[in-house]
């Protein structure tokens, strides 16, 4: 402490009272600063949507949408990017409310009804904002204290974010306008950082939630990411996310009598796992990455797909519905689009790192195909369908 | 740039009505999940407002007051990355509504991680004020302000 009184204590008011917009002094509340942040959270949101909506259009094609097989991290890429700039958002988003807070003091409480429309909708973005934020951090942890279906709500609530944003541009683009053709400074304020500073603390915070988590997807930063959700191991040193115990499927898999069976317009086609080991086998680098954002590559061991198809009589090209042993559950089917299926590298795995396929990985055999969501790298396969 | 403003604006209008239909449906199916998410969304904004956003004005008000000059920089950037790295923290520390245990995907040790964070954090915040009140020059302001 430096002793010295400090001269706006005079100026508090003696009896509490609730605080008005001109009590907020700080740098931090200047429009110089207001905009930069706001630019920069913009930027996060419209990357975590772009990446979100491309993740939802995998898992739920429609005519219209096609998604490349090449390169093989590209869904790898696209949700760690979902999942970085979601991270990003969060102390983006809090400096920016502290930035804009005394306005939330602001009298009258409504001055018109475009004034009423605008106060509206910065509440349905803050509200919609704190919502994709707070859900997604949760699912990024497997962790889900509410009775929702994830998926379905975080994807309708993120139309609700994105759609109030652009409404709350519109409305301020002539302050953003002004706030960033004027230089923030470096003048302290009387209890605060100058503008210059309070943006440098933003980043830098931004900066080190992005490295305490990016490790999930970003292998080097894995050690570094003290709150990344993969650890170093897990059965052949991949991460497992559904375990062959939760599935219920052990009997099964391992049973002898276990047959893939392969449904094709020329008929039924079974293949026993010694039949699979015996076709020609290639080996190939190709990651996992799940839609929570966490992805790893690893060295997998198979049956092209596209020979199966091939041996039953049909095409590379033609899409093929693959179903689990574990049934009743989200993983239990997916479909591989012809993209995919005529890809050599999207494999029937039987092995992962030079061994045969963990229980836990999908033993006897899994589907694993170039940039995929994980979700739809079906596991314990037992049955396929050519799909004309 | 009025035009960019009015195709914006529609845009997002229309961005929102989708948004609320594909909410609507959902909500109608399943009352407790509606509840559920309106609460949620709530939430967000009253945390922030009624709890969030006040701490962190008074312990910015404490640290301009209470703590030596030098000081009170590093502790305000030690403070937000600390409370940022707590709040991404939570879901992580607090299992309660966890899924099933995945081998090698959710078994880091998460508190001695953040620990082990926080500590780097706070040992540059101390090594930050020090340095600072090694290269200490008086800064005009506060001294033109105060004694002048």
């Given at each position: 402490?430096?002793?010295?009184?400090h001269?706006?204590r005079?100026?508090?008011p003696?009896s509490?009272?609730?605080p008005?917009e001109?009590?907020?002094?700080?740098?931090?509340?200047?429009?110089?600063?207001?905009?930069?942040?706001?630019?920069?959270?913009?930027?996060?949101?419209t990357?975590?949507f772009v990446?979100?909506?491309?993740?939802?259009?995998?898992?739920?094609?429609?005519?219209?949408?096609?998604?490349p097989s090449?390169?093989?991290?590209?869904?790898?890429?696209?949700?760690?990017?979902?999942?970085?700039?979601?991270i990003?958002?969060?102390?983006?988003l809090l400096a920016?409310?502290?930035?804009?807070?005394?306005?939330?003091?602001?009298?009258?409480?409504?001055?018109?009804?475009?004034?009423?429309?605008?106060?509206?909708?910065?509440?349905?973005l803050?509200?919609?904002?704190?919502?994709?934020?707070i859900?997604?951090?949760f699912?990024?942890?497997?962790?889900y204290?509410?009775?929702?279906?994830?998926?379905?709500?975080?994807?309708?609530?993120?139309?609700?974010?994105?759609?109030?944003i652009a409404?709350?541009?519109?409305?301020?683009?002539?302050?953003?306008?002004?706030?960033?053709?004027?230089?923030?400074?470096?003048?302290?304020?009387?209890?605060?950082l100058?503008r210059?500073?309070?943006?440098?603390?933003?980043?830098?915070?931004?900066?080190?939630?992005?490295?305490?988590?990016?490790?999930?997807?970003?292998?080097?930063l894995?050690?570094?990411?003290?709150?990344?959700?993969?650890?170093?191991?897990?059965e052949?040193?991949?991460?497992?996310?559904?375990?062959?115990?939760?599935?219920?499927?052990?009997?099964?898999?391992?049973?002898?009598?276990?047959r893939?069976?392969?449904?094709?317009?020329?008929g039924?086609?079974?293949?026993?796992l010694?039949?699979?080991?015996?076709?020609?086998?290639?080996t190939?680098?190709?990651?996992?990455?799940?839609?929570e954002?966490?992805?790893?590559?690893?060295?997998?061991?198979?049956?092209?797909?596209?020979d199966?198809?091939?041996?039953?009589?049909?095409?590379?090209?033609?899409?093929?519905?693959?179903?689990?042993?574990?049934?009743?559950?989200i993983?239990?089917?997916s479909?591989?689009?012809?993209?995919?299926?005529?890809?050599p590298?999207?494999?029937?795995?039987?092995?992962?790192?030079?061994?045969?396929?963990?229980?836990?990985?999908g033993?006897?055999?899994?589907?694993?195909?170039?940039s995929?969501?994980?979700?739809?790298?079906?596991?314990?396969v037992?049955?396929?369908?050519v799909?004309? | 740039?009025?035009?960019t403003?009015?195709?914006?604006?529609?845009?997002g209008?229309?961005a929102?009505?989708?948004?609320?239909?594909?909410?609507?449906p959902?909500a109608?199916?399943?009352?407790?999940?509606?509840?559920?998410?309106?609460?949620?969304?709530?939430?967000?904004?009253?945390?922030?407002?009624?709890?969030?956003a006040?701490?962190?004005?008074?312990?910015?008000?404490?640290?301009?007051r209470?703590?030596?000059?030098?000081?009170r920089?590093?502790?305000?950037?030690?403070?937000?990355?600390?409370?940022?790295?707590?709040?991404i923290?939570v879901p992580?520390l607090?299992?309660?509504?966890?899924?099933?245990?995945?081998p090698?995907?959710?078994?880091?040790?998460?508190?001695?991680g953040?620990?082990?964070?926080?500590?780097?954090?706070?040992?540059?915040?101390?090594?930050?004020?020090?340095?600072?009140r090694?290269?200490?020059?008086?800064?005009?302001?506060?001294?033109?302000?105060q004694?002048?």
């Open positions: 402490m430096d002793g010295r009184r001269p706006i005079s100026r508090l003696r509490p009272r609730p008005e001109k009590d907020f002094t700080a740098e931090a509340h200047d429009r110089t600063v207001t905009s930069r942040i706001g630019l920069w959270l913009g930027i996060a949101f990357v975590c990446t979100g909506l491309l993740s939802h259009f995998i898992q739920h094609p429609t005519s219209w949408f096609f998604w090449r390169p093989v991290s590209l869904y790898r890429f696209t949700q760690g990017l979902h999942v970085i700039s979601g990003a958002a969060i102390p983006l920016k409310l502290w930035s804009v807070f005394p306005k939330l003091f602001g009298k009258p409480l409504v001055r018109s009804l475009p004034h009423a429309i605008e106060r509206g909708s910065i509440l349905l803050s509200a919609s904002a704190f919502f994709e934020l859900t997604g951090v699912n990024i942890f497997q962790n204290p509410w009775p929702f279906y994830f998926p379905t709500i975080h994807y309708a609530i993120a139309w609700v974010a994105v759609g109030s409404v709350h541009v519109a409305v301020k683009l002539p302050v953003i306008r002004l706030g960033l053709g004027e230089e923030p400074g470096f003048k302290p304020g009387r209890d605060s100058s210059r500073g309070f943006l440098r603390a933003t980043w830098l915070t931004t900066g080190v939630a992005v490295l305490a988590t990016a490790g999930s997807s970003v292998p080097f894995r050690t570094v990411s003290v709150l990344a959700t993969q650890n170093t191991d897990g052949q040193s991949l991460p497992v996310n559904r375990s062959a115990a939760h599935a219920g499927i052990i009997a099964k898999a391992t049973d002898p009598a276990w893939l069976e392969i449904a094709a317009p020329h039924l086609h079974r293949f026993s010694a039949d699979l080991r015996a076709m020609p086998q290639t190939a680098e190709l990651p996992i990455a799940c839609v954002g966490w992805s790893r590559s690893a060295t997998w061991t198979g049956v092209p797909v596209a199966l198809l091939r041996a039953v009589g049909s095409g590379p090209g033609t899409a093929l519905r693959v179903e689990s042993l574990e049934r009743g559950s993983y239990g089917s479909t591989l689009p012809g993209e995919h299926t005529q890809d590298l999207t494999l029937l795995a039987l092995r992962l790192n030079g061994e045969v396929l963990d229980l836990d990985h033993f006897p055999c899994r589907i694993i195909a170039p995929r969501p994980g979700v739809l790298q079906t596991k314990w037992v049955r396929m369908e799909l004309s | 740039m009025r035009t403003r009015i195709v914006l604006a529609l845009a209008l229309a929102l009505g989708y948004g609320i239909s594909l909410v609507v959902f109608i199916g399943s009352p407790e999940s509606a509840r559920s998410t309106v609460e949620f969304l709530v939430g967000g904004p009253v945390v922030h407002d009624g709890i969030v006040p701490v962190v004005g008074v312990v910015g008000l404490l640290i301009a209470k703590l030596p000059r030098h000081w920089t590093p502790v305000r950037l030690g403070a937000a990355i600390s409370a940022v790295l707590g709040l923290a992580a607090w299992r309660g509504y966890a899924g099933l245990h995945n090698g995907l959710d078994d880091r040790n998460y508190p001695l953040l620990l082990l964070a926080l500590l780097v954090v706070w040992l540059v915040v101390v090594a930050a004020a020090l340095a600072r090694r290269t200490d020059q008086p800064p005009p302001t506060a001294v033109g302000r004694n002048r």
